[in-house]
């Protein structure tokens, strides 16, 4: 039985607040980290009204305007998925890469099992601030991606919309990868 291959998905997700379950994840945005312009995004309705202001400032939405316009977190849910398996197809494994992936992977997981039951993810997400650690010897500190940014001089920036965010961790995350594996000449 052969194996399956891995396909890196960044995920980026805006939310309005902390935690998932209190707060909403307001906007997905995605991307194949080896075809960046294979993506996804959507905005959700919020769950609920809680809202941290600086949250809200640092997005710019408005839970009232994603009320009436956003997609139920099912239906967002369901297109995710759909785009993941597509994505993946029959032979490859998603595997979720984030930037400070423990924040947008436990909304994400979150919002699958409670609208799904099932994340096409599994239990696990690849963090591209651990990577760079291990790749470069840093201090945690200096993993913000600013500090990335400094030393690997990314051509995009993030803007905390999560599409253009997801796009530019897997721009990280591929020069992360070119310093952290041998030269396969």
Not at 67 to 85: K, S, T, Y
């Amino acid at each position: 039985m052969s194996q399956k291959h891995e396909i890196f998905l960044s995920v980026d997700v805006e939310t309005s607040g902390p935690i998932p379950g209190e707060y909403s994840m307001l906007t997905i945005g995605a991307c194949n980290v080896d075809n960046p312009e294979q993506v996804f995004s959507c905005a959700l309705k919020p769950i609920s009204l809680n809202a941290d202001p600086k949250a809200m400032e640092v997005t710019g939405l408005s839970l009232e305007k994603l009320a009436n316009e956003g997609l139920r977190p099912e239906v967002a849910m369901q297109q995710f998925r759909d785009w993941v398996a597509d994505v993946a197809g029959n032979d490859g494994t998603p595997v979720f890469v984030g930037l400070n992936a423990p924040f947008d992977w436990s909304f994400v997981n979150y919002y699958f099992h409670r609208y799904l039951q099932s994340n096409p993810f599994g239990f696990a997400a690849l963090d591209i601030k651990a990577l760079y650690m291990g790749a470069t010897g840093s201090s945690w500190a200096d993993t913000r991606s600013s500090q990335m940014a400094a030393r690997l001089h990314p051509k995009s920036r993030g803007d905390h919309q999560a599409l253009h965010d997801a796009q530019y961790q897997a721009e990280l995350f591929r020069l992360v990868r070119s310093i952290s594996q041998p030269s396969r000449g």
